[in-house]
């Protein structure tokens, strides 16, 4: 069964201190290291904002990876 689209998905609100979890692609499906969390620590929703949404995913980004 195939997944939805994002138009058939109901619009949601973020707030600071939500939960997002996702996959992360570097793992294989199903690998429990690939679970990863990330609370949201800003949104703006005013127009022509580039990135409206902040989060902190608890990841190190070494400057010369960036």
Same mark, same amino acid.
């Given at each position: 069964? /195939? *997944? %939805?689209?994002? +138009?058939?998905l +109901? /619009?949601d609100? %973020?707030? /600071?201190?939500? !939960? %997002?979890?996702?996959?992360? !692609?570097? &793992?294989?499906? $199903?690998? /429990? ?6 609370? =949201?620590? !800003? =949104?703006?929703?005013n127009? $022509? #904002?580039? &990135?409206?949404?902040? =989060?902190?995913? *608890?990841? #190190? %980004? ?5």
């Amino acid at each position: 069964m /195939p *997944g %939805l689209t994002a +138009s058939q998905l +109901s /619009p949601d609100t %973020l707030y /600071p201190g939500d !939960r %997002l979890e996702y996959c992360y !692609r570097a &793992f294989v499906a $199903g690998d /429990p290291k690939g679970h990863r969390v990330a609370v =949201v620590t !800003r =949104v703006d929703a005013n127009e $022509g #904002i580039r &990135f409206p949404v902040a =989060v902190d995913t *608890g990841d #190190i %980004l070494h400057l010369d990876m960036v």
